[in-house]
C-alpha cells in the first residue's frame, strides 16, 4: 500500500470518483436548468395569448368611416381647450389605423387602444383634407387660445432672469410649469 506524504494529497482513485459525481450533479442541474426555461416559455407564450384575447374582446376592431377620438397629451394641450380630437378611420393597415381630422390626416399610425369609437358619425371621410398634420398640430388647430406648445420652465430661482425659458421666449409662466413655487413671471 502506498503510504500519503502530505495530508493534502488524494488518490487519484477518489479524485476521479469526486470529478464523476460533480458531472454527474452538473448534467442533473443543466437538465433541470433546461426543463425550468421551456416550462417558463410556454407558460408566457400561454399567458401572451390571453392578454391578446383580452384586449381584442376589450377593444374591437375599428370600420373605415367610423368616428373616432384621439386623446390629446397633457403637455400639448391649454386646460381650457378639448382633451381629444374628433377624426375618422381612413384606412387600415396591419393592425394599425390611418385617422383623418377636418384639418388633415395624422401623420402617425394608431393602434386601437389609442382610440375610443365614438357610436355616431361625426366626421365623414369626404370631410377631411388632403395634407398630413401632427396631433400637436391638430390639437392647436383646435384650440380656443392658440395650444399649449411643449415648452415649460422648471425654475427653482423663481424666474427672474433670461435662465428661464419662459421670460427668455417673452411668455408668461403658467401652471404647468413649476406648480406652486415662487414665480416673478406671472
Same mark, same amino acid.
Given at each position: 500500500? !502506498? !503510504?500519503?506524504?502530505?495530508?493534502?494529497?488524494?488518490?487519484? =482513485?477518489?479524485?476521479?470518483?469526486?470529478?464523476?459525481?460533480?458531472?454527474?450533479? /452538473?448534467?442533473?442541474?443543466?437538465?433541470?436548468?433546461?426543463?425550468? &426555461?421551456?416550462?417558463?416559455?410556454?407558460?408566457? $407564450?400561454?399567458?401572451?395569448?390571453?392578454?391578446?384575447?383580452?384586449?381584442?374582446?376589450?377593444?374591437?376592431?375599428?370600420?373605415?368611416?367610423?368616428?373616432?377620438?384621439?386623446?390629446?397629451?397633457?403637455?400639448?394641450? #391649454?386646460?381650457?381647450?378639448?382633451? *381629444? =380630437?374628433?377624426?375618422?378611420?381612413?384606412?387600415?393597415?396591419?393592425?394599425?389605423?390611418?385617422?383623418? /381630422?377636418?384639418?388633415? $390626416?395624422?401623420?402617425?399610425?394608431?393602434? &386601437?387602444?389609442?382610440?375610443? =369609437?365614438? $357610436?355616431?358619425?361625426?366626421?365623414?371621410?369626404?370631410?377631411?383634407? #388632403?395634407?398630413?398634420?401632427?396631433? &400637436?398640430?391638430?390639437?392647436?388647430?383646435?384650440?380656443?387660445?392658440?395650444?399649449?406648445?411643449? @415648452?415649460? *420652465?422648471? %425654475?427653482?430661482?423663481? %424666474?427672474?432672469?433670461?435662465? *428661464? !425659458? %419662459? $421670460?427668455?421666449? @417673452? &411668455?408668461?409662466?403658467?401652471?404647468? *410649469?413649476?406648480?406652486?413655487?415662487?414665480?416673478?413671471?406671472?
Amino acid at each position: 500500500m !502506498k !503510504k500519503l506524504k502530505n495530508l493534502t494529497e488524494i488518490p487519484e =482513485v477518489q479524485k476521479d470518483a469526486e470529478d464523476k459525481v460533480i458531472e454527474k450533479q /452538473t448534467k442533473t442541474r443543466q437538465t433541470s436548468i433546461n426543463q425550468n &426555461r421551456t416550462e417558463s416559455l410556454n407558460n408566457l $407564450k400561454i399567458q401572451a395569448k390571453k392578454m391578446t384575447e383580452m384586449s381584442e374582446k376589450r377593444f374591437c376592431q375599428g370600420n373605415i368611416g367610423e368616428s373616432v377620438k384621439v386623446k390629446i397629451p397633457d403637455v400639448d394641450r #391649454a386646460r381650457s381647450d378639448l382633451r *381629444c =380630437v374628433l377624426g375618422v378611420i381612413m384606412s387600415m393597415k396591419d393592425n394599425y389605423y390611418e385617422i383623418g /381630422t377636418t384639418e388633415g $390626416k395624422l401623420q402617425q399610425l394608431y393602434s &386601437r387602444n389609442q382610440f375610443t =369609437v365614438c $357610436k355616431e358619425k361625426i366626421i365623414q371621410i369626404e370631410d377631411v383634407l #388632403a395634407n398630413s398634420i401632427s396631433l &400637436r398640430e391638430a390639437a392647436r388647430s383646435f384650440s380656443n387660445l392658440g395650444g399649449q406648445g411643449y @415648452d415649460r *420652465c422648471t %425654475c427653482t430661482q423663481g %424666474c427672474k432672469t433670461n435662465k *428661464c !425659458k %419662459c $421670460k427668455k421666449a @417673452d &411668455r408668461l409662466c403658467n401652471s404647468k *410649469c413649476h406648480a406652486s413655487k415662487s414665480c416673478a413671471n406671472k
